[in-house]
Nanobody, 128 residues
């Protein structure tokens, strides 16, 4: 059974950077697409980045494009989200989620129902 845990959330000033980690246990991430989602108070959970099982394809929401970078390290069974030029509107709980792809290579979507496994989230607060 795949389990996911997010790490790296913190309080950071506007313009700062953070790197979030989504650490998997129970099985290898090599057969899973991974998505990063976030949920701000009073708002719906939104997808912000996703990466294919091989790590060869990635996608970003317009709100984070050019500032965030997703990457996958199979040796560490971990997916990272590098967040630069952070803004107060990036404040949210950040979640990673896994979509089982098996041997198929495709870029996942931001549709929450496509993801079978979720972490518990990590808080990111951007404030001066």
């Amino acid at each position: 059974q795949l389990q996911l845990a997010e790490y790296g959330g913190d309080l950071v000033q506007p313009g700062g950077s953070l790197r979030l980690a989504c650490v998997a246990s129970g099985t290898t991430l090599e057969y899973y697409n991974i998505g990063w989602f976030r949920q701000a108070p009073g708002k719906e959970r939104e997808g912000i980045s996703c990466i294919s099982r091989s790590g060869g394809s990635a996608n970003y929401a317009d709100s984070v494009k050019g500032r965030f970078t997703i990457s996958k390290d199979h040796a560490k069974n971990t997916v990272y989200l590098q967040m630069n030029s952070l803004k107060p509107e990036d404040t949210a709980v950040y979640y990673c989620a896994a979509d089982y792809a098996g041997s198929y290579e495709y870029l996942p979507s931001f549709v929450r129902d496509e993801y079978d496994y979720w972490g518990r989230g990590t808080q990111v607060t951007v404030a001066g």
